[in-house]
């Protein structure tokens, strides 16, 4: 390992540049599903494709069947023998309305104080993604500047439909894996695990989604005349969704747990050992009883349990007063967050039987797959990449990283798994008070800097002297 | 009791005029519910006073919070000793809409034959409610003809709102029980058993309406990042709605049964012996499969048994595609059918508390009454106007009459039975394929001819030789 001591004091000395280039970025309205800012997405883009052009990236825009996709290689000197690692962040940004709640224009970042005392950079974007991103751009541009060449072999890959539709990039990458044979993928787009603990995530649930539309009679009835002898769907919609968890909130649709791991005994010792203020959680959104699958902690429900979740439910008559309708069906949305080991078709399958198994045969069910279809990711815990990761963050902020799970999918994760065959590393350094998606999103001033020298003491972990 | 016969022979010698008399009342488009309309209510209510009056009934209109109720009374010479009836009907008709599916103009009454081959008077209110009501009225005209005297004291009451708001009738009956001191009611508004079999109503199930959303954390969450540990709403609700019925299709919120009776074994065997087709019912509405509670008969079920049924559900996303979203709250629309012995305000209160009992103590519930107040009525099988109309409608029809159950409640005889204290007598010459409320509908010229022969025999039951 090289000392990275000469690439952190570039990062200070030149850090208002990092900070007026990232202005730069965020000025850009790129709202990836707005077709107003098509042309910002791709203002953006060919600005980054300028960017990594100047650090001496072979740099280019590919066309996908959403936005285009900025793609950037280097090649060291040598490289052949090195690892090959892929960058990836996305340049599209949340819409921005309601515009009245906003402090300051969206697309003109300030810095100013934020709630917490700390100076903060405020823009849409500023910590989803453009900041982070440019935390890695910034890291590998100074160790460019002080070592004249990165120590491994890196493609750089920023897409525009991150919050949009995702398939875009996964169709990207299926028909194109063969120009990406990485060894694994560093993102930057999660949070610390507080503002001065840093963390990894090495577990993501998936999600799949299914709507269920039960009928029963063929139209909808009077319930004075045709009330007792005729089956009312809503019941049974009911009924079934009433079985699908047990009193210990265990779900009951038969081969739902297989291929479930048990949590690592060290995973949950270290993750009770981040005392989860769990109360504080559930008083935050108006409630004091955990509910979920007994055994285990509030964390470990979300970071490493699967979910059944009803989304929504519609059936009959839902205006103002009251209506004596017997309905004809009775539809329910349901997510199912998924862990690793789990086989989103065989659930989809094993939820499909259930509803079937409780259906009088007079009734019938039809079903809608729908909202999306990402597996449960764990990544191994004991790679060299979380090995330098932790190592490098440890120095940076003075504490040991924690290895975190997140409830939700980042489906880029799934297709760089599948297409490309690789783990993710994921390490990321906005805080929970970042607001993304939300008016006055900001990225602390600080965590643009640490970020920044964070990466480059990951690279520098890499480094052979 | 006088034999009939010359009233009979008066009916049908000017059957021709009581036909043209029906005409004339169903060109008035009576709407009750469109005040487009009210002056048609108006026009309608005053010719029925004018053919009151003309009879030699004392008769007008009389305010009510609605449409003018029309109230005519007549007083035999010595009516002292007489018995008083209060004949009931209603001069509002369904809006005719959608018109273009009308054959003939709704308000253009036309005479041509029915699918049944049948001749037919066709037009908005043939049989809902303008015929049946006319039944009574010309029965009474004939037999005053040729007796110059009915054997009752008769007050005539047609209201204007029956197809709407149904509370106008019962303020005016409790702030005015004094004017109408009577011994029973009779009522025109329901169907025979089948074209050739009468039938008198003797059951009438009640109906109470409550809505009920059950109410989680206080805002929408993200599924995935909150999923596990935090209550799903729905899930709490549809947990309470399947437990409202037990294997046995009975309902299980305690208390929901008291007061209520066992059908006459009597009873039974007549319905059994009316070979009430349930596959057919069911095959009708596309089911198979007889739901309800067990151990009673499809019949049994919608004339004697009460139900709870869901008529509407709705909670979080019910858009096109997946949300993951964990929402706020989940409602339910709910009705209950009373039988006699059930107590309203009761089955309220035991629902609300079935509700709360299975709630967690951090979810909350809140409810709205709505959706009808009426209790279930069961008349005496055993009293003069039954017996009196068992006899006379055999005469007529040359079977015996059935009695019948309705599934759904007509709340007049409620207010009469809670205001009047009478109990009503229902009987009625319509048929399964009369269309009331639907387009086209009709009211068979047979159907109109016996049942004014079938009252001018209930009639002569009355009267004394």
């Not at 921005?96 to 810095?111: C, G, K, V």
């Not at 875009?168 to 993928?185: G, M, T």
């Not at 490098?392 to 980042?410: P, Q, T, W, Y």
Request: net charge positive; proline share 7%.
């Amino acid at each position: 390992m090289v000392h990275p001591a000469t690439v952190l004091a570039e990062i200070d000395q030149q850090f208002p540049e990092s900070l007026a280039r990232l202005f730069d970025l965020l000025r850009f309205p790129s709202v990836g599903t707005d077709p107003a800012h098509a042309k910002d997405c791709r203002a953006a883009a060919r600005w980054l494709v300028a960017e990594l052009t100047g650090m001496g990236f072979k740099a280019g825009l590919r066309q996908t069947t959403g936005q285009p996709l900025v793609v950037g290689s280097y090649e060291p000197p040598g490289g052949g023998r090195l690892p090959h690692i892929l960058f990836y962040g996305h340049y599209d940004v949340q819409p921005a309305d309601p515009l009245e709640l906003w402090t300051s224009p969206p697309f003109e970042p300030r810095i100013r104080k934020g709630k917490s005392g700390k100076d903060a950079i405020f823009a849409r974007g500023a910590c989803d993604d453009k900041g982070q991103l440019m935390t890695f751009l910034e890291a590998s541009r100074c160790w460019l500047k002080v070592h004249g060449s990165l120590p491994f072999r890196l493609t750089v890959m920023i897409e525009g439909d991150e919050e949009g539709d995702t398939s875009h990039i996964d169709s990207f990458l299926k028909a194109n894996a063969r120009d990406f044979p990485v060894d694994a993928a560093f993102i930057c787009d999660t949070e610390m695990w507080d503002p001065r603990t840093p963390a990894i995530n090495t577990r993501l649930r998936g999600c799949i989604g299914i709507e269920v539309t039960v009928k029963g009679p063929k139209i909808d009835l009077h319930s004075g005349l045709y009330g007792g002898p005729v089956r009312n769907p809503i019941k049974v919609l009911s009924a079934v969704l009433a079985a699908m968890h047990d009193r210990r909130g265990r779900i009951t649709i038969p081969g739902f747990y297989d291929g479930v791991k048990p949590i690592p005994a060290k995973l949950r010792r270290q993750w009770a050992g981040l005392k989860f203020p769990a109360k504080k959680f559930l008083g935050d959104v108006g409630l004091a009883i955990p509910a979920g699958e007994q055994g285990y902690s509030a964390l470990e429900q979300m970071w490493a349990r699967p979910t059944a979740e009803v989304n929504g439910i519609f059936g009959g008559y839902r205006g103002v007063g009251s209506k004596t309708v017997l309905p004809a069906e009775a539809t329910a949305k349901l997510t199912f967050r998924l862990v690793e080991g789990q086989d989103p078709v065989k659930i989809r399958k094993a939820f499909k039987a259930f509803v079937k198994d409780r259906l009088p045969p007079d009734c019938k069910a039809s079903f809608i797959e729908d909202g999306g279809d990402s597996r449960g990711i764990a990544v191994s815990e004991d790679t060299p990449w979380i090995r330098a990761a932790k190592a490098a963050l440890k120095d940076e902020f003075g504490r040991e990283a924690v290895l975190v799970g997140g409830g939700f999918s980042i489906p880029v994760v799934e297709s760089f798994k599948t297409h490309l065959k690789v783990d993710s590393l994921l390490v990321g350094f906005s805080g929970a008070d970042d607001s993304a998606h939300s008016p006055n999103e900001k990225y602390d001033v600080d965590s643009f800097r640490h970020g920044t020298r964070a990466w480059a003491r990951i690279i520098a972990q890499f480094a052979k002297e």
